[in-house]
């Protein structure tokens, strides 16, 4: 017997606790209660009813019974405290009807007919058994049915459970940002789409095709469309690049073969003329240029499609390693369809267009070696009330017109002396860009001082001289008149067109027309004379013009 300890409430006159002593002899013991002070000298509380509590062990220390327990108790009141008990008791071998064994073991029966639940077992006491649930297993081992349950499955579930959230939780996580950042990208993608669409001048491009309305759908192409045709512009896509892009090879939706050429960055005020020409492009058809299929609009720098030309460029079939290259009869076609496109943008489109960079290498031959002039990426068209625009020197080194480069002027006269370089290349197999002959003159310059000195055996290729017949003498004046130095004394694409069917439609047909004449009589005189003044170790008192000072540039490299 103790009191109650020092930190817990007292509700009455006195308070004690006691265990209850375990009976060995299975016979119930009786308990009074004697009140004494310290002395062990009974005191007058005697007289006072004792409540008595009977809870587990310990259950009075943690607090759990409160005042209002206790009065509960004393008023009889029908409401009761709830206090815990734990009975402890076995089933005594004497007199149970099971059978005697040793203190270690169970015998058979008692599993059978005591232990209930199929998931028990039973375990010997002191002086008898009991039962009690297989590990893993929770509950009331007595019962056959809700007896012992199988506690490792409800927390197996539970570990399930958890295991699952705790896997699925973190992929739904990753999934829902993977699926939120994939909107954003596509909101930005369109968004972004929408402004270059609209910095590209989209809706003027719209007016300008809807004049065509068959035309006008398919004009515009959007970008996913390109992203698909060359796998997202794939590096094995690429058909080369020049100095205003890379061009890519595509096959669109409806399974036409195309070229798209996605150009370098531009200026804004670039971007203005940009859509014009490509409205402009859109409207020509003419067998010896490369058809305008459509543009994309929907990047920072808008793309052109193209038709698709499978043959390569007369770059290539000019320059390859190879004894003999183009025939000269295949040359001449080219060079006389060549001239007709020209000659159609100039002065048979709807308004004039200057293509700025004629050269071999934008001449592409398809696989019946039909000439498609291409890259119109310099182009600039020249507004009827004009005869030329201003604008800055543009094109490719040995084809660039010298009187371009230093008045900033560009006439359809810079295209026909582009085209001259053309027919030197054609003729002499030699590369304008690189070529410098052993006096240290560029191809053109060199070119020209030959025929003026009647002696081009020295720079013509030997396979032209063995092909091509008397109508070579007649080519190279042509080539000669389209190089002149002043844009106002070479001939129009119109003339050199017309000059170059007679060739290929007789070629016993020798410098009969008036171009051949002019070109005759008159290109000899001034390039003697310049090329005097070039080579004179002495005093001259020839004008210095500025048609010689060209000429005399020309042997440098540009």
């Not at 009869?329 to 060549?338: F, G, H, Q, V, W």
Request: with cysteine; net charge neutral.
């Amino acid at each position: 017997m103790q009191d109650s300890p020092d930190d817990k409430n007292c509700y009455g006159m006195g308070c004690c606790q006691a265990r209850i002593a375990t009976s060995m002899d299975g016979m119930p013991r009786l308990l009074s209660f004697k009140f004494t002070d310290l002395n062990n000298v009974q005191d007058n509380l005697t007289a006072l009813p004792p409540y008595v509590l009977i809870a587990e062990e310990g259950w009075f220390d943690k607090g759990l019974v409160s005042h209002q327990q206790l009065q509960a108790l004393q008023r009889k009141s029908s409401f009761k405290p709830e206090v815990p008990i734990v009975l402890h008791w076995e089933v005594m071998q004497q007199g149970s009807g099971l059978p005697r064994a040793d203190m270690n073991n169970c015998p058979m029966e008692v599993d059978s007919r005591l232990c209930k639940s199929k998931h028990s077992h039973c375990i010997p006491g002191n002086r008898g058994y009991s039962c009690q649930c297989d590990d893993g297993y929770r509950g009331n081992p007595y019962l056959v049915e809700g007896g012992c349950t199988d506690g490792r499955m409800s927390f197996k579930g539970i570990s399930v459970v958890i295991g699952i959230a705790s896997g699925v939780g973190p992929l739904l996580s990753v999934l829902i940002a993977f699926f939120v950042s994939n909107k954003i990208k596509e909101r930005r993608a369109r968004l972004l789409k929408r402004k270059f669409f609209e910095q590209n001048r989209g809706q003027l491009f719209e007016q300008l095709v809807s004049q065509r309305t068959d035309i006008a759908e398919k004009m515009i192409i959007t970008l996913d469309e390109l992203a698909k045709a060359t796998n997202n512009f794939d590096k094995s896509r690429e058909l080369g690049g020049g100095g205003h892009g890379t061009v890519y090879k595509g096959i669109l939706s409806d399974l036409h073969v195309v070229a798209i050429k996605k150009p370098k960055k531009m200026a804004q005020k670039e971007i203005d003329g940009f859509i014009n020409e490509v409205a402009i492009l859109s409207q020509i058809n003419h067998r010896n240029v490369v058809k305008l299929y459509g543009c994309c609009l929907e990047t920072e720098v808008p793309m052109l499609v193209y038709e698709f030309i499978s043959n390569g460029t007369l770059y290539e079939h000019l320059h390859i390693d190879r004894p003999r290259s183009l025939a000269w009869d295949y040359s001449l076609r080219i060079a006389t369809e060549t001239a007709k496109s020209l000659a159609y943008l100039h002065s048979t489109a709807s308004m004039p267009i200057i293509h700025r960079d004629v050269k071999s290498a934008n001449i592409l031959l398809d696989d019946m070696l039909t000439a498609k002039v291409a890259d119109f990426g310099a182009s600039r068209y020249i507004p009827k009330d004009k005869s030329e625009v201003t604008t800055r020197a543009q094109g490719t080194r040995g084809y660039w017109d010298p009187m371009c480069i230093y008045t900033g002027r560009v006439t359809e006269k810079s295209d026909v002396y582009s085209f001259g370089v053309v027919l030197i290349e054609l003729l002499t197999r030699q590369k304008p860009s690189s070529y410098l002959s052993s006096e240290g003159e560029a191809l053109v310059v060199h070119f020209v001082n030959l025929f003026a000195e009647s002696n081009l055996i020295k720079i013509l290729d030997p396979q032209v001289m063995e092909e091509g017949g008397k109508e070579v003498e007649g080519v190279a004046a042509i080539a000669a008149a389209c190089t002149k130095l002043r844009g106002e004394d070479r001939p129009t694409m119109r003339q050199v067109e017309l000059t170059l069917e007679g060739y290929c439609a007789s070629k016993e047909h020798i410098l009969d027309n008036a171009l051949a004449k002019k070109v005759k009589k008159n290109d000899t005189a001034a390039y003697c004379s310049s090329t005097k003044l070039k080579r004179s170790s002495e005093g001259s008192t020839i004008p210095y013009s500025m048609e010689k000072e060209f000429i005399l540039s020309a042997s440098y490299p540009r």
